[in-house]
């Protein structure tokens, strides 16, 4: 009898349990939908707040008003609060130019720009250049990433907002826009560019001469960029190459997609980058495939700035964190967000931040970048540089030389350096050897690299040739090791105040 009770007070406890984690379960489902209700109550109102407030203007308003302004104006305005640069309204103008965009052809200057959602008379928005696409205008007259562009045709860059700058820079072929940019602290200079048909190349590539060392460079990101890495891959292996430099400076990114392919053809197992949302279909793993792979057990040093962004910090990332690439140059851009492009017709849409990517050892870059393994920095001039910088850019001394003299060799370019160095004594030859050949390359085409003036290419030269590869890759940290040391020195900081 003493057993049966025991064992029926066993049961009556169980069943206790069951009914209170139910009644439980009952009152968090009836939390949980009361809070739903709640916020789909509080959605309902303000939409009939706004459909109010769209109809009383457009029936009160002093002038008769177009309702397609009030529409696109809400639109902006919505997606403008939440202070996402990436996040925007796209009209006619603006859906035109990411068409234009994704099929590799419109008429523009060829300057990847940003610009923040916030204006102030401390800070002003103005454009900041992420990088000019390479022989374009833009790259033709010498605009270098992180210059400002404070006017468009004598418009303050800081009073319009990013569609109506994308809608003044692009547009049709042969006409003139007139910038005016800000470089460092105090130089300012005009520029004008003459629209042109923007076809990006995505790949160049070669061997460094007198090398056994492939030098890669990855402009952008495009459903074509795999196919040309993997040619200049194979031309490298013909040719021998015993390492590798990828170039991802000024790469401003493009398609997630190609970036993880690239990454794949040289890490064979593990993740290659992810993507985080409160979406769950949004959330997503790329992971390397060893049949993929195409290179191992090669030297490779990744070449960074800060106009290197988004997609090709996704390769760089993935690289380092696999202990596969050493990084030379300077931190990168940090755009670490992912954004799609949904048509709300046939002629507007919105583009808006669906997810974050994550590198292989779980960090997010948003606003950080990744730091290189060894900042190597192009020399900064002195004030008096800067004044002798802009005296010269706004002169004709250099295009009065070049004029008419396309076939110029390179002791005819070191010549005139120094001609104009007993003038402009504060800027260093090798810039001013630069600005010739740049002048030079306006009708010539870009060179594949610039040995005399590019030192971060020729610090990774010396890694590849003199230095050991095993032992730098071998002490080098991943972002979350990075990110953990970062904090961790962070606390000791607020310990000792």
């Known amino acids: 009898m003493k057993k049966f009770d025991s064992i029926l007070k066993r049961i009556n406890s169980v069943l206790l349990i069951f009914i209170i984690a139910l009644f ?16 789909s109550g509080k959605s309902r109102q303000f939409m009939e707040m706004m459909n109010g407030v769209f109809d009383f203007v457009e029936r009160n308003y002093v002038d008769e008003i177009d309702p397609q302004v009030l529409y696109a104006g809400a639109l902006k305005g919505m997606l403008e609060s939440l202070k996402d640069p990436y996040t925007v309204y796209l009209d006619k103008s603006s859906f035109r130019n990411i068409s234009d965009t994704t099929s590799g052809s419109f008429g523009g200057v060829g300057l990847q720009i940003s610009k923040s959602a916030e204006s102030s008379p401390e800070k002003p928005a ?45 547009g049709k072929v042969g006409e003139s826009v007139e910038l005016v940019i800000r470089r460092g602290k105090n130089m300012e200079f005009p520029v004008s560019l003459v629209r042109a048909i923007i076809e990006v190349p995505t790949v160049k590539y070669g061997m460094i001469e007198g090398t056994k060392i492939g030098y890669m460079r990855l402009i952008e990101f495009t459903p074509q960029t795999v196919e040309r890495t993997q040619e200049a891959l194979n031309a490298f292996k ?16 493009g398609l997630i997609t190609s970036a993880a392919d690239i990454a794949d053809k040289f890490i064979d197992s593990g993740s290659i980058v992810s993507t985080k949302s ?16 195409t290179v191992r057990n090669m030297p490779i040093v990744v070449l960074i700035n800060k106009g290197s962004a988004s997609a090709s910090e996704i390769v760089s990332g993935a690289l380092k964190d696999n202990h596969l690439a050493y990084l030379v140059g300077q931190r990168t851009y940090g755009k670490g967000s992912v954004q799609q492009v949904l048509p709300l017709s046939a002629t507007d849409g919105i583009k808006i931040t669906m997810a974050r990517y994550y590198t292989p050892s779980d960090v997010n870059i948003d606003k950080i970048g990744i730091p290189p393994d060894r900042e190597i920095l192009f020399p900064v001039l002195s004030e008096e540089g800067e004044k002798q910088y802009l005296e010269l850019y706004k002169s004709t001394e250099v295009s009065d030389f070049v004029d008419g003299r396309s ?72 972002l979350k090791e990075l990110q953990d040391l970062a904090i961790l020195e962070d606390s000791k900081k607020d310990e000792k105040k």
């Open 24 to 39: 439980a379960s009952q009152c968090f489902a009836q939390s949980a939908a009361n809070s739903a209700s709640e916020k």
């Open 126 to 170: 103005y454009v900041e250049v992420a990088s000019p696409v390479e022989d374009t205008p833009g790259f033709k007259a010498g605009i270098l990433a992180g210059d400002l562009i404070i006017s468009i045709n004598g418009t303050d860059t800081s009073t319009i907002t990013m569609e109506q700058v994308l809608d003044m820079l692009r």
């Open 238 to 253: 013909e040719a021998n190459a015993t390492s590798l430099i990828i170039d991802l400076r000024n790469n401003p990114g």
């Open 278 to 293: 409160r979406l769950s279909f949004e959330n997503s793993v790329f992971t390397a495939s060893a049949k993929k792979t």
């Open 407 to 478: 076939d110029l060799t390179e002791k005819q370019i070191s010549d005139f350096a120094k001609t104009l160095k007993s003038k402009y004594t504060e800027i260093d030859e090798s810039s001013l050897r630069k600005l010739v050949r740049n002048e030079v390359n306006k009708t010539k085409g870009t060179m594949l690299y610039d040995l005399d003036y590019d030192i971060q290419l020729n610090e990774a030269i010396s890694i590849l040739q003199k230095e050991n590869f095993t032992e730098l890759i071998k002490n080098t940290k991943t």
